[in-house]
Nanobody, 127 residues
């Protein structure tokens, strides 16, 4: 089974940047779509961005479009989330998740679409 490990979270000031990494144990990295989701205590988990590693398609939530960029490095079996112009509202635990690439062809970021989850990394944006 594929394992996902997030890293890169931390404390940053408003307007700053962070880069999260999701390292996978996938033997065939491009067989998956990898998404980033986030959750604040008391609220539902929400989708942030997703990349389909088989065809390169990327989707972003409206709240992060233009500020966040999802990318991948095949040589490191890792997906990144570059977060710029961070706001206090971006404070959350960020999770990466994976699903078979052919199950992620629709342009949406739904928690229920994903099948494998990491344990999360905390991002705190101070104002």
């Amino acid at each position: 089974e594929v394992n996902l490990v997030e890293s890169g979270g931390g404390l940053v000031q408003t307007g700053g940047s962070l880069r999260l990494a999701c390292r996978t144990s996938a033997y065939r990295f491009r067989d998956y779509a990898i998404g980033w989701f986030r959750q604040v205590p008391g609220k539902e988990r929400e989708g942030v961005a997703r990349i389909n590693l088989s065809n390169g398609q990327r989707y972003y939530s409206d709240s992060v479009k233009g500020r966040f960029t999802i990318s991948s490095d095949d040589s490191k079996n890792t997906v990144y989330l570059q977060m710029n112009s961070l706001k206090a509202d971006d404070t959350a635990v960020y999770y990466c998740a994976a699903v078979d690439w052919w199950r992620a062809l629709e342009a949406r970021l739904e928690v229920d679409d994903m099948s494998i989850w990491g344990k999360g990394t905390l991002v705190t944006v101070s104002s």
